[in-house]
């Protein structure tokens, strides 16, 4: 079956778009030879929940039929992509990775998904999650945990954990994910992919069941830099449909990709480098890091001094949000409904009790108690508040220098069910991510190299708000200065 | 909040009722020595003076990206076919979503 592998796995986008143009290949063989690679793999690593073929079959025939006429292609013709399972499609499963949503059918199209369809893209079935995409390593999902690509006996990161495996794995060429404190960058770090956190009000999330809405984004995963500038170009926009969707014109995020990074201002944070940082892991960043000032960028020394706040932060932000987003599931409208309750709340208890895990219910019980009468200033308000001083760091970082360099892990994929009975210590998985969704600001993971076991090791690369561009040029540098 | 809070039994199962969440025994025990452990490590904010900083609750406030103007036009609009939304719920009649009686004596 490696054949298969080699087959496709090296495409990029656009080689995907010139084959299909001069007719080398066509959508219809390429979404097949995916298929039949999910087929090989994906048993033991268990990336996605649900699989579309027919209706992929279909989308794919259309772009042969376009390709056959000579008409135009669209930027993503034929591009094989999966979804995560917390983005709808009109007709098709969303689970959320939970109990409570199984067998829900999503009667509207999320817009980046659409935004993916409309440009030629094939999706080819819908990825495995956290729960409520609440978690750091993929076990939280109610369907069982994904599998790294890179070690069957490791966590891929989470929450996004299918969306980053499959590309890994061969099993999509492009993947949608969503990033509320680190769940594009980790799981991209992990299984050695691109994974990228646009700035908040970027991408529409219309169609993305909320966990925490003032941190909630949506962000593509790719093989390489320039396919994740690409797939960004596509998603991101405004959108009626989001109140919180910018304005702001999309520029063409590969125009100024390969630029290179001489005369760059980059600053390195000391608070990113403490404590706890895995010795390979630091020697991979500080080794690109080196290259990086090889090839021209001034590496700057900052100080980004409320880091080490940002977990706790986080913690209290995102699980108040989530636990008034979660009040929706009460088994009246959809998903899951408890058979046996004679009284309304009754009902509503014994639903949620039975369709939410253990991780699910430990956040909204926090962040019902941070809500809760005599809690909310000493919690919220202050989380709140430490929230703009961690912004305000960034706000002054950005005066200085023009992007910013940190690994995106303290470690590389750990072992399943190394850290599932101490929340506490999985909730530190996320330490480098947080910052930047509380912040709003962008940035990516990009591959920088692997440990002495062969585990892949990312670096976050982070960005003022709206300069994604910035951004995707530096690890358009990364990844030259790899290969 | 203060160094020393705790949360204790009788706070998980009022906060449990609050979340219209109905906790095991086991679920209980488990929920209160996690939210203790979790509040442990949020009590480090405390080492921080806000007294003067405005709390931040939406990124918009700091980058006024354009969404202040946000607002669409009150107009009448096209929303999801009744039938569709209906598709998805446990129980319905096809106009309304039916429940268990709202009213307990």
Same mark, same amino acid.
């Given at each position: 079956?490696?054949v ?16 299909l143009?001069s ?6 063989? /390429? ?7 999910i ?7 268990h990336?996605?929940?649900s699989?579309n073929?027919e ?9 042969d039929?376009?390709a ?20 709808t ?14 067998g829900?059918r ?11 369809e ?16 609440m ?9 069982g945990?994904?599998?790294?690509p ?33 769940s594009?960058?980790? $799981? ?8 990228i956190?646009p700035t ?10 909320a966990?925490a ?8 995963f790719?093989?390489n ?12 926009g ?10 702001l014109?999309?520029p ?5 990709i ?8 980059l600053?390195? $944070? ?5 404590e706890?940082l ?16 090889a090839?021209?960028a001034?590496?700057k020394p900052?100080?980004l001094?409320h ?26 409208r959809?998903?899951f ?7 309304l709340s009754?009902?509503?208890?014994r ?9 699910v219910k430990r956040?909204?019980m ?7 009468a005599g ?17 305000e760091d960034? /706000?002054?970082?950005?005066t ?25 210590s999985?909730y530190?998985a996320?330490?480098y ?15 920088c190299g692997?440990?002495g076991?062969?585990l892949?090791?990312g670096?976050?690369i982070?960005g ?11 690890a ?8 | ?7 204790s039994?009788?706070d998980v199962?009022r906060v ?7 906790l095991?025994a ?14 442990a ?6 080492? /921080? ?13 700091v ?6 103007s946000?607002?669409?036009p ?12 209906m598709?998805?719920?446990p ?8 429940v ?6």
């Open positions: 079956m490696t298969e592998i080699a087959e496709y796995k090296p495409l990029s986008i656009g080689d995907i778009r010139s084959s143009a007719g080398a290949r066509s959508a219809t063989a /390429l979404a097949e030879a995916c298929f039949r690679q087929e090989a793999r994906d048993a033991e690593i990336a996605y929940l699989i073929r209706r992929a079959l279909e989308h794919a025939a259309r772009i039929d376009l056959a006429k000579g008409e135009p292609l669209p930027v993503l013709a034929g591009v094989p992509v999966g979804i995560k399972d917390v983005l499609i009109e007709g098709l499963q969303a689970t959320a990775g939970s109990r409570i949503l199984e829900y999503a009667p509207y199209t999320a817009t980046a998904v659409g935004k993916l409309t440009a030629g893209a094939i999706v080819l079935g819908k990825l495995n999650c956290d729960e409520f995409a978690g750091s390593s993929n076990e939280n999902s109610a369907f945990p994904v599998h790294n890179h070690a069957l006996d490791r966590v891929p990161g989470g929450s996004s954990g299918g969306s980053a495996a499959a590309v890994a794995a061969g099993m999509a060429v492009a993947t949608l994910g969503t990033d509320t404190g680190g594009i960058r980790q $799981p991209a770090s992990f299984c050695g992919v691109v994974g956190l908040y009000g970027r991408v529409s999330r219309y169609g993305l069941i966990f809405s003032s941190l909630d984004r949506i962000g593509p790719t093989a830099v320039r396919d994740a500038a690409t797939v960004l170009g596509v998603i991101a405004h959108d009626p449909m989001d109140a919180t969707s910018s304005p014109p999309v063409d995020y590969t125009a100024d390969d630029k290179g990074v001489a005369g760059l201002r600053g390195v $944070p000391s608070e990113y480098f403490a706890g895995d010795s390979e892991v630091r020697a991979a960043i500080e080794r690109s890091i080196d290259q990086l000032r090839a021209g001034l590496i900052i100080s001094p880091t080490r706040y940002a977990i706790p932060t986080y913690y209290i932000i995102a699980t108040a949000e989530a636990s008034a987003n979660l009040a929706r599931f009460d088994g009246v959809y998903g409904r408890a058979k046996d309750a004679d009284t009754a009902m509503y208890r639903s949620r009790n039975f369709g939410f895990g253990p991780e956040r909204i926090l962040g019902t108690y941070a809500l809760s809690y909310y200033d000493a919690y919220y308000k202050k989380a709140q508040q430490v929230r703009r001083l961690l912004t960034f /706000l002054k970082a950005f200085e220098v023009d992007a910013i360099l940190t690994p995106t892990a303290p470690t590389p994929a750990f072992k399943l069910g190394e850290k599932v009975d101490d929340p506490v999985m530190l996320d330490i991510t947080v910052t930047a969704s509380l912040a709003g600001i962008c940035g990516l993971s990009v591959p692997k440990s076991a062969g892949p090791i670096l976050q982070l003022k708000h709206f300069d994604e561009a910035m951004v995707l040029r530096v358009q540098a990364v990844e030259t200065l790899q290969s | 909040m203060s160094d020393s809070a705790t949360v039994v009788e199962r449990a009722e609050l979340a219209n969440l109905e095991t086991e679920e209980e025990t488990h929920m209160l020595r996690d939210l203790n452990a979790i509040l490590h949020v009590s480090q904010l405390n080492e /921080l003076d806000t007294s003067a900083v405005e709390p931040m609750a939406q990124v918009s406030e980058i006024g990206s354009g969404q202040q946000a607002l669409r009150d107009e009448v609009r096209p929303c999801l076919d009744r039938a569709h939304v598709a998805c719920a129980e319905t009649d096809g106009i309304f979503f039916k268990p009686k709202v009213i307990e004596r």
